[in-house]
Nanobody
Framework: QVQLVESGGGLVQSGGSLRLSCAAS????????MGWYRQAPGKDRELVAT???????NYGDSVKGRFTISRDFVKNMGYLLLNSLNPEDTAVYHC?????????WGEGTLVAVSW
């Protein structure tokens, strides 16, 4: 059974940083795309960042220059470093991985940014 489990969320003050982790199990995603989306209350799901197996990255416009995606292909892990956080970054952050036409999602981890 494939599972993606996020961790590292929490409450942080504006200007602060967090590091999210995504642990994948049940399948090897080292040759596939992994990434992050987020969803704030009352808003549509928003792309945060993705990284291919060839280390090609893509970021949402609202996080470019502040967030950094990385992966550990040996450990089957994904990471998201969030810097210069502001209250508009408050959301549930979901990890995903796509393989053979199937997208797998984690339950998400909450990031809350206060003034």
């Amino acid at each position: 059974q494939v599972q993606l489990v996020e961790s590292g969320g929490g409450l942080v003050q504006s200007g602060g940083s967090l590091r999210l982790s995504c642990a994948a199990s049940g399948s090897d995603f080292s040759r596939n795309v992994m990434g992050w989306y987020r969803q704030a209350p009352g808003k549509d799901r928003e792309l945060v960042a993705t990284m291919s197996s060839g280390l090609i990255t893509n970021y949402g416009d609202s996080v470019k220059g502040r967030f950094t995606i990385s992966r550990d292909f040996v450990k089957n892990m994904g990471y998201l470093l969030l810097n210069s956080l502001n209250p508009e970054d408050t959301a549930v952050y979901h990890c995903y991985a796509r393989k053979m036409g199937i997208t797998y999602w984690g339950e998400g981890t909450l990031v809350a940014v206060s003034w």
